[in-house]
């Protein structure tokens, strides 16, 4: 860049002289690009969406990086939605029912340390598949028969901040891109004018994209039922150019790009940072639109939400706006969703804090699986519910008043909806007391392999080229679990 070109986020000398880059002293067209963009809230916006105008990666050919791509084979599922159940949910109190810990109730049992600690929720067969649900997930256990209940997942350590690394991005320390990147990567998106990734709260190392190029980024929205739009999607309106302006802006830098590119030299830079600008411009309707839930009817939102008033334990009304927002998405064609919930690190009293976070999360879930099967969505749209690691079959703190269980990661629970699942199904199994997975264990690179077979991949064969290696998801490792598969 020529040294005497101004600040990147300067203004020209006056508004009045945004289109006439001769009056404003500007030296070339690329002084006018940088001085004058699309004005601020393009570049916030394009920053939101994970969208960074130098990278020299994001320069677009043949439909541009986002554009729809074909997977390695033809499968049901285009989208997925990510329920993170953060804090990790114990397995014998969720979805791995054991009379064995019941019988052995206050003892010590061989092989642990500790006294078993029985499950204080009782299980009951659901649907026609008969699945075994703890009595927390009444609503979700309306929907088992079209789960895949994973019984057998494991991790290696289980810490929350690395194991969640490694449930997100195949790496417990190494800074890697994330299943949504990977996805987005592999895929692009259907929908032109809104990111391929977008995740609706948790922490910035699951929506990394590492040393892919930063348009697979995942866009963070915190999002608040309760607060103004304006507020969630910041900078989502541009404060000093009105949307005609802003295209004729970009309709005059893509004229001066051709005169460039016809005298001089393509320059992927510009060719970049303009393809930003567009895609960020675009957004500025149908962002807004698809974080509007108050144009979905108040059955709908009383389904995911609860009624109107209504106080619910926990982070119900959160949460369920929060699916209620990821089918929009999915509806309007982003591909990977993730949505953070939480208030399963229980140390102690879990009889009530596991209820509690079962409870905010039970009825959206199960709503959105119903909404989708309704909108004919659920075929196409692969979703995933589970936590970093489990949970102790015996008891930790609290003491004998109010037992919780600690941490493990010899065995932890996920289930899959939709998306070419093969439904009604448990797979995989721990031994009698539930603390150690024993039959068809299924490691986090396989549950990664498997996840990309559903969306149509190879998991070998998604790669990206860095530093010389071809990087993966699943590293050197992982198996298709193809049991699960309809």
Known sequence: MNSRSPN??????????LLHPDVAGFLSRRDFLVRNGVGFGGLSLAALFGLNPFDLNAATTGG????????????????????????????VDTW?????????????????????????FKFAKSGKSGIEV??????????????????????????????GRMLMTGSPQLPKPSLGSWVTYGLGSVNQNMPGFITLGGSPNYRQCAFLPGIYQGCNVNYDPAANLSTILANIRSEFSTLERQQRQIEFAK????????????????????????IAFK?????????????ESEAIRERYMGPSGFNPIRDLKSNGAKMLVARRLVERGVRFVQVATGGWDNHENIALNAKNAAAAVDGPAAALLQDLKERGLLDS?????????????????GGAGAPGRDHNGNAMVSWMAGGGIKGGQTYGGTDEFGGRAVENKMHIHDLHATILALLGFDHTKLTYNYNGRDFRLTDNFGNVVKDIIA
């Open 64 to 91: 541009g990086p986002l554009a729809p791509k074909a997977p390695h084979f033809p499968v049901k599922a285009k989208a997925v939605i990510q329920i993170y159940a953060a804090g990790a949910p114990s397995t």
């Open 381 to 397: 749209t692969l979703v995933i519910w589970g936590g970093e690691f489990g949970r102790t079959v015996t008891s930790g703190g």
């Open 96 to 120: 791995d029912y054991k009379p064995e810990l019941e019988k052995a109730n206050g003892q010590k049992i061989p092989g642990y340390e500790g006294l078993a600690f029985a499950s204080p």
């Open 8 to 17: 990147p986020c300067s203004f020209g000398p006056d508004s009045s002289s």
């Open 283 to 295: 957004m500025q309707t149908e962002a807004t639109d698809a974080f509007d839930i108050s144009k």
């Open 255 to 278: 004229q001066s790009n051709r005169e460039h590119a016809a005298m001089l030299q393509k320059d992927a830079q510009l060719e970049a940072r303009i393809e930003a600008f567009e």
């Open 134 to 163: 703890s009595e927390i997930f009444p609503e979700l256990a309306k929907h088992v028969d079209s789960m895949s209940v994973i019984k057998s997942l494991f991790t290696e350590i289980p810490d929350h901040e690395i194991a």
